[in-house]
């Protein structure tokens, strides 16, 4: 397992109970689409709701049996348990699908160069599925568990090796952004695509963890 794979996991514990979490493509296409969109996501993460939660356990889980076990043992549960037991992972885990950083301001983390194209999430995880199966060659299943930063960082890694053996080009393609910055979610909502989520509200639910 790389470094970078290890960075992108959370571990959820209870019990004699683990489960390990990914940003999966597969997962991320997945969940922004659960709720019309990740503010909707959001909003109804912060409500607690048990059906977006399973649903986040479910999507992200390397091992579904894994998951079904841990969310049988907590299914009659206090709900505070509950909370104690999944709050804290699945706001990490939320931080790493949006892309935040533990210094993020609501800026984004850092990504690659914008393409001068607005694109929504939807449409990102799109490309990055296209770079996985077609410029980088994985299969569909390589593609799906992969996380987008992994797929992004390992586009890099063939453009550098293409440069290294070609030369450099002025139209080598980029990888698509999604760090939405104020000024690209104003264009976004200009352009009729998917509206800016709520990152103050994920912010927010970090900073009542770190309390």
Known sequence: MTPLARLEEVTVRHGGHVVTLRPSLRAAMTLERLHDGWSGFLLHFDQFQLTTLHTLIRASAVSHAAAEALL????????????????????????????????????????????????????????????????????????????????????????????????????????????????RLKEIEELGHDPAFDRNKLQGLKARLNA
């Open 72 to 183: 049988s043992a907590l299914a009659n549960k206090p709900l505070n348990e509950i909370k104690a037991t999944l709050e804290s992972p699945c706001v990490a885990l939320l931080s790493m699908f949006l892309n935040l950083s533990g210094d993020d301001k609501g800026q984004g983390a850092e990504t690659p160069k914008q393409t001068g194209k607005a694109l929504s999430w939807s449409d990102a995880y799109a490309e990055l599925y296209q770079i996985g199966t077609g410029w980088l060659g994985w299969t569909p299943q390589e593609t799906w568990t992969a996380t987008p930063t992994e797929i992004t960082e390992a586009f890099k890694g063939k453009l550098a090796m293409l440069k290294a053996i070609h030369g450099s080009a002025e139209d080598e393609p980029a990888p698509p952004s999604t760090d939405y910055t104020p000024e």
